[in-house]
């Protein structure tokens, strides 16, 4: 092509970098290589069998030496038990602190069985029966009345025309007389269309996979009715520090290859300060069980500790050598501990005073935060 046709080359006809791609994209060998070694029977519509969604999730090394990452949601009892779910007629509903994997659960598991993780509804106080059901093309309704050509589908329909997994984001967030539109699709497995007298039907390899948070409830609890027909999993945080400490490297390092950050990964010892960090702030108690701390408001999740790490990076990369330092952490740091203003704020000197400031190797941390919190 010449250097003309090249500057007027349409940006649609370029390939685009995507800044995040969808976990079906961005972990496609790993499926493929899952794929090679499964000799397991499928459910109907499945790409896997369970045994290789599990192990998809959890990460192993394969037979043929090929290394599964794990994607750091849970231990693998409670990954089973999610999948096992998924194979019945139940409909699945993991919940959990903000920010413990819910929605990166979701995704995994529907790319992994789908190879679709799209068919999402965002569950907010706004959320209609129409966003959950269906909807209508207004100039086609007009002309022709009610078809299935003028009927625009839901996430909902298509999973449940396609055979594949349906996502609800946030399900307390939306009302109640909303949420409860999804029974008949979850029990009874149809979708009546009321103004034309039909229904769509499910076909093999539908279900649904609903996430909520247990510590903000939303504009709504979940309906009593509802409730009965999930099998709820709870996402809870890592047990073992080096577990999180493993999750919060495995995803910084992801996310600083998808931004091209010039900085070199974060040395463990700084990563494992701050998990330790968010682990006994949430705690109430050091890791030696010495000494008694209060507790912020914050959730102090594995998903913020990440967030510390990355800012850090960026502002690193972009403004010092390459390299992290408690400098470069720590205004990440006390935001995220500090959510109210008046009780957060007391809590973290507190802690910077009686641990920090006595713990040997952070003396550059306590006198940084002390400065800037």
Not at 23 to 32: G, M, P
Not at 328 to 356: F, H, N
Request: proline content about 4%; overall charge neutral; glycine content about 8%.
């Amino acid at each position: 092509m010449s250097d003309s046709k090249a500057k007027n080359k349409k940006p649609t006809e370029a390939k685009k970098s995507l800044l995040r791609e969808r976990a079906e994209k961005q972990f496609t060998q790993e499926l493929e290589e899952l794929a090679k070694v499964d000799n397991r029977q499928h459910p109907r519509s499945w790409n896997l069998s369970p045994w290789a969604v599990t192990k998809y999730v959890s990460g192993r090394k394969l037979k043929n030496g090929f290394e599964v990452s794990p994607k750091g949601i849970g231990d693998r009892r409670i990954i089973e038990i999610a999948v096992a779910t998924l194979t019945t007629d139940r409909a699945l509903l993991l919940i959990g602190v903000p920010d413990t994997g819910k929605s990166w659960a979701s995704e995994h598991l529907a790319g992994a069985i789908s190879s679709d993780s799209t068919l999402l509804i965002e569950g907010t106080a706004g959320t209609s029966e129409e966003a959950i059901g269906y909807g209508w093309n207004c100039a086609r309704l007009l002309a022709d009345g009610p078809s299935m050509q003028a009927l625009v589908a839901s996430p909902l329909m298509r999973a449940m025309e396609d055979g594949k997994i349906a996502r609800v984001e946030e399900l307390t967030c939306i009302p109640a007389d909303v949420q409860d539109t999804l029974i008949t699709a979850v029990v009874e497995k149809t979708l009546p269309i009321r103004e034309m007298g039909e229904e769509v039907q499910a076909t093999k390899g539908f279900s649904v996979i609903a996430t909520a948070n247990d510590r903000s409830k939303g504009v709504d609890n979940l309906s009593s009715a509802l409730k009965r027909r999930f099998n709820t999993v709870a996402l809870p945080l890592p047990k073992r520090v080096e577990e999180e400490v493993d999750i919060v490297q495995r995803s910084v390092a992801r996310l600083e290859r998808a931004w091209e950050l010039p900085a070199e990964p974060p040395a463990l010892a700084e990563v494992r300060r701050i998990v330790t960090i968010f682990r006994e702030l949430r705690s109430g108690v050091t890791a030696d069980g010495k000494t008694k701390i209060k507790s912020p408001s914050s959730t102090l999740s594995t998903g913020e500790a990440i967030s510390v790490v990355n800012s850090g990076l960026a502002l690193e990369a972009d403004f010092g050598d390459g390299y992290l330092r408690a400098g470069d952490v720590a205004s990440g740091l006390i935001g995220a501990v500090i959510k109210d203003p008046v009780q957060d704020r007391v809590v973290w000197r507190e802690y910077l005073e009686t641990v920090a400031k006595e713990r040997e190797g952070w003396k550059d941390l306590y006198r940084t935060c002390r400065e800037g919190g």
